[in-house]
């Protein structure tokens, strides 16, 4: 039971007053965020879905970023590559010419001056840097030069320095990044895709009929782990490459009973052994005859003494081309020479198509997350957003009723001095 007082008027009053200003500040407090819900009492359900649209709105802004980098990236990926393409369709014009036999010794010597530098001009174009600062087909390894060129004399050279050989010092294309939920894209493509031109080849002559895995480890092929359990043998070694994503081809040579590698597409093929740095786990690879130890410069450290590697590089055909023309070999122009522009030209082609796809890939992905974002951001107003025009009706409907309700209060409380006297 309240107890009746002079002052229960004053207290009733001044209560009402002050929760009439609690919804004034309140309203007014939304419309200046723009949000209806200050709190999670204010409607809970619309508060629950409001925070599932704003992560998920946010993991979209983030794959929108993703994706336009990756379209930025393969532009300019593809903009160099169609520069080696026709750094080497020029190359194949002066192979054939070289080898129609109408031109003299000395205007083949000519060709191949020109050739030597184009192999620089392809070389330094491999090594490339894009605009985000980063080598552009050294992988994973991306502030390392990927090609380093060895100059010396060759035959017929007159002693002049000219490009011996071309070495890939890079890494895989290992970069990936997120478009979608759990969906991810290579970013890369390394030196040692782009700039090959026939498919590698590792035969061991290690009979390795009786050879078992000395201990549980792995070994790396083209950067896929391949895992190996104690007393696995060869074959079950060879199946378990076979099953991996690696684009290489395992099998066992009928004659030396060795294990063989084959790449399914022209590529450096990067073998490593997964050895701990005190040394501990199987040296699987090593063991088969196929490399000496890991890498070297990052780049497969072949056991060549215990092994045949075949397979070269676009510049390994440019500088066999070179070295024809210098001797004078047309026989060797008209039929290798050209054989191997036309592997580099496929192979180029090819990455060229895959970067193309990549590119297509991620423009329809952007577009796809252009349509979205606008799509859930207009759900997640409706949740929580103020209408604003209900929002100021309420707003001058509360201001008049506050002002009638502190009118009302002075007509009906009038203040004398004798009330603050007592």
Do not use: C
């Amino acid at each position: 039971m309240r107890r009746i007082s002079s002052d229960m008027p004053h207290i009733d009053t001044q209560y009402q007053l002050r929760r009439q200003e609690e919804r004034v500040a309140k309203l007014q407090s939304q419309i200046t965020s723009g949000s209806r819900i200050t709190e999670l009492r204010d409607d809970p359900l619309a508060a629950s879905h409001a925070v599932r649209y704003e992560s998920y709105l946010a993991r979209l802004a983030r794959f929108e970023k993703n994706t336009l980098y990756a379209k930025d990236h393969y532009n300019v990926v593809h903009g160099y590559m169609n520069e080696a393409l026709g750094i080497m369709q020029r190359v194949r014009e002066l192979a054939v010419q070289g080898a129609n036999g109408t031109y003299t010794e000395e205007d083949q010597k000519l060709m191949g001056i020109e050739i030597n530098e184009l192999i620089k001009e392809l070389a330094s174009l491999a090594n490339t840097t894009g605009p985000d600062g980063k080598q552009t087909f050294a992988g994973d390894k991306a502030f390392t030069e990927p090609f380093r060129i060895v100059e010396g004399a060759i035959p017929g050279g007159g002693g002049e320095s000219m490009v011996v050989r071309v070495e890939y010092r890079g890494a895989g294309a290992s970069r990936k990044t997120e478009i979608s939920d759990n969906t991810y894209v290579d970013l890369d493509l390394g030196g040692g895709e782009a700039f090959w031109a026939e498919k590698m080849k590792i035969f061991s002559s290690v009979n390795a009929s009786n050879y078992r895995v000395a201990a549980p480890g792995s070994f790396f092929i083209d950067g896929n782990e391949i895992r190996v359990a104690a007393g696995d043998t060869l074959p079950a070694i060879v199946a378990k490459i076979n099953d991996s994503p690696a684009p290489v081809k395992a099998y066992i040579d009928p004659e030396t009973r060795g294990l063989v590698l084959e790449g399914t597409n022209p590529h450096l093929i990067r073998a490593e052994d997964a050895v701990s740095p005190n040394g501990e786990g199987p040296t699987v690879l090593k063991d088969l005859g196929v490399i000496r130890g890991n890498m070297v410069n990052n780049a497969p450290n072949w056991d060549t003494t215990r092994s045949m590697v075949s397979g070269g590089s676009m510049f390994d055909m440019l500088i066999r081309l070179r070295d024809a023309l210098y001797r004078g070999d047309q026989d060797f122009i008209g039929s290798q020479g050209l054989g191997g522009m036309d592997l580099a030209i496929g192979n180029l082609t090819a990455r060229i198509a895959d970067i193309g796809s990549r590119q297509e890939r991620a423009q329809m992905v952007w577009e796809r997350l252009n349509r979205e974002i606008p799509d859930v951001t207009a759900n997640l107003a409706r949740e929580s957003s103020v209408n604003w025009a209900d929002a100021a009706t309420d707003l001058k409907f509360l201001e008049f009723a506050q002002k009638a309700s502190v009118q009302t209060a002075a007509r009906l409380l009038p203040v004398s001095l004798l009330d603050f006297l007592r």
